[in-house]
């Protein structure tokens, strides 16, 4: 059975940092993406940030481009997402999510079979 586990949300100020971690386990993970979205009050979830586990190819969206950095750590089966920089727009649940060989659909979260229960990051202004 695959579970994905977040951590490290939390309250902020703007201009702070967060680490987020996803525990990832039940399966071999080696080609699968890595994502995370997000889901602000009143808003759809919207792809922040995706790896592939295999090689380790990296995807954005752009309000977050060089500001936040995904990673994995093949060891641990865990996925990081570190956010610099942030602003309370980066306010919302952040949830972790695995797909199978997705290919140019990273960014689509139905093309992710497996989801977290989400974590809450709120940015204080």
């Known amino acids: 059975q695959v579970q994905l586990v977040e951590s490290g949300g939390g309250l902020v100020q703007a201009g702070g940092s967060l680490r987020l971690s996803c525990a990832a386990s039940g399966r071999t993970f080696s080609s699968y993406a890595m994502g995370w979205f997000r889901q602000a009050p009143g808003k759809e979830r919207e792809f922040v940030a995706a790896i592939t586990w295999s090689v380790g190819r990296t995807y954005y969206t752009d309000s977050v481009k060089g500001r936040f950095t995904i990673s994995r750590d093949n060891a641990k089966n865990t996925v990081y997402l570190q956010m610099n920089s942030l602003k309370p727009e980066d306010t919302a649940v952040y949830y972790c999510?695995?797909?199978?060989?997705?290919?140019?659909?990273?960014?689509?979260?139905?093309?992710?079979?497996?989801w977290g229960q989400g974590t809450q990051v709120t940015v204080s202004s």
């Open positions: 999510a695995a797909g199978l060989n997705l290919g140019g659909n990273i960014y689509i979260s139905d093309n992710y079979a497996y």
